[in-house]
Each structure stands twice: as C-alpha cells, then as structure tokens.
C-alpha cells in the first residue's frame, strides 16, 4: 500500500489563474502527486504526494523552476 502525505505550502506569488494552472500542471506531472488545489485568495498549494515516489524537495524545486517561491 502506498503512503500517502498531504501538505500545504504559502506560495505568495499566486496572483491570478494563469498562475494556477501554471502550478497545478508542473506539479501534476510530477511522478507521486495525486493531488493539487492551488487557492489565490489563501495563496496556499495544497497537495497529496506519495513521498517515496516524490520528496517535498523536488515539489520546491518544480515549483521554483516555474518562477514560485514557497515561503516557510
């Protein structure tokens, strides 16, 4: 059975839908994420990962890659 881990990272820059659908498909294509809810009012990225087929690392990076920056 497969792990599965849900998380919630603040990620300021989300501003509109562009942004949204930037986000959601870099990091669905990500091998391990089951899930993503991107929320501009809330400016969170909520998401269902399964870790070991994917680290938060990697989620951070795919996310920096696309020009966003988790803040913790």
């Known amino acids: 059975m497969v792990k599965?881990?849900?998380?919630?990272?603040?990620?300021?820059?989300?501003?509109?839908?562009?942004?949204v659908k930037t986000?959601?498909?870099?990091l669905s294509a990500l091998p391990g994420v089951e899930k993503v809810n991107t929320d501009i009012p809330?400016?969170?990225?909520?998401?269902?990962?399964?870790p070991e087929r994917v680290s938060?690392?990697?989620?951070?990076?795919?996310?920096?890659?696309?020009g966003y920056t988790i803040v913790k």
């Open 56 to 66: 938060l690392q990697q989620i951070e990076t795919t996310l920096d890659d696309a």
């Open 4 to 19: 599965v881990q849900e998380v919630t990272l603040s990620v300021p820059d989300v501003s509109c839908e562009h942004c």
């Open 42 to 50: 809330t400016k969170t990225v909520h998401l269902r990962y399964a």
């Open 23 to 26: 986000i959601n498909s870099s």
